[in-house]
């Protein structure tokens, strides 16, 4: 297993101003560290209350030219260049604050939001993040002949070809993404815009910020462009930077390959769409609980060697952790086949409370004979208080029996306080006393 990789947020609060695409006012961004699983939020610091609004494929409103999310009637612009630097720098956890409806546009290229990231340092934190690992390939088309294929990968790698009307300026690129190639190849590659497509918007003054130092505008074979292009395949590079971008409206990081060809805002944004139906199915078939394996556990072998209890009273399949001397969990897998479920109840199969109680006790009784280090006595219990039952236990859980020896008397009394646990919610409690005598 790899080491875990850990959340990010930004290590401060860094801001940047510039002019808004659409409006052409005036913007100041600031970037906000957050907690863990916070992921990123805009914040409208312009508007009454400052609503946030979630940066999720299911606040995506339109993939006109730009991505624009929103909640009620709030909505932001154009986030898909500061969503690309961000999930490409490895921040997980932001707020976005901004006093317009968009970003500032700066030149039309990731580069100032990598620079604001940077001077807002990135910062580990202590949850391990969240990945959608592709399982099997998935793919979305559109009428327009764009296509995106998501295979599997054990890294985020996008190879994109690009191509305008007439497959004019067709450029191919394939690269893995990580923060230090998004900063070199991906980052300084600016917004491109047919003149035809732009023309009428001009005209209507919709784009009052749109100028050539924004955007790189081709018209017929021209280039049009304040500054020369950066990149012979400039265009593709900022594909693969609106690509990142739209993917962030996941919300998880994405271990896979994307091959993409002639990629637009609506395919990416159906691709993410995609993508978070999968995940949310997925989490729904996940077990409850995976069972870590640790190393001080103890197998069912091993277990019966410690206790004399057999079929069909053995209550634990086997211990997965002992914390410390005192502590443990033992778990029990309970299944239609336990003989209790004849009777409690035909037709209606509930695991008696009881037997709860004695797979509690079973569990703790293994501290005790660890602890005492012998198997010639037996455990016999002799109270057991604050007895809770919160839930019924039905076949098909699986029961996490938490022990922990709180109180021993000399070598022949003891007192545990336990609990098992269901889908991570406590299903009975109790706190147990056991006296020990020679067999
Ligand atoms: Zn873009």
Known sequence: MPAPEFQHTVAKTASLSGTALHTGDKVTLKLHPAPVDHGIKFKRKDLQDEPTIDAKIENLKTVERATTIGEGSVRVHTVEHILSALSAMGVDNAIVEID????????????????????????????????FDVREPIHVESKTGALLVLLPADKFRISCTQAGPNNQFTQFLSMEVSPAVFEREIAPARTFVYYEDVKPLMDKNLIKGGSLENAIVVRGDAVLSKEPLRFGDEFVRHKILDIIGDLALVGRRIRGHIVAVKPGHATNADLARLITREQTRRSALAAPRTLPSGDGGLD????????????????????????????????????????????????????????????????????????????????????????????????GDTIFIHAELTKSRGERLAKAKCYCVVNDSVVSEAELMFTFLDK
Not at 309 to 325: A, C, G, N
Not at 378 to 389: H, L, P, T
């Open 100 to 131: 317009a409806n968009e970003p500032p546009i700066g030149d039309g290229s990731a580069q100032g939001y990598v620079d604001l990231i940077k001077r807002a340092g990135v910062t580990a934190q202590d949850e391990p993040r969240r990945f």
């Open 300 to 395: 069912a072998d091993q277990v019966m060697q410690i206790l004399p209890h057999r079929f069909p009273f053995l209550m634990v399949d086997r211990i997965i952790s002992f914390e410390t001397e005192t502590k443990c969990i033992g778990v029990k897998t309970v299944t239609i086949n336990e003989p209790f479920f004849q009777g409690h109840f035909p037709g209606h199969p509930v695991m008696p409370g009881v037997m709860q109680v004695e797979a509690m006790a079973q569990v703790a009784s293994i501290l005790l004979f660890k602890l005492a280090k012998t198997t010639s006595r037996i455990g016999y219990f002799m109270s057991a208080d604050g007895v809770k039952f919160r839930k019924p236990v039905l076949p």
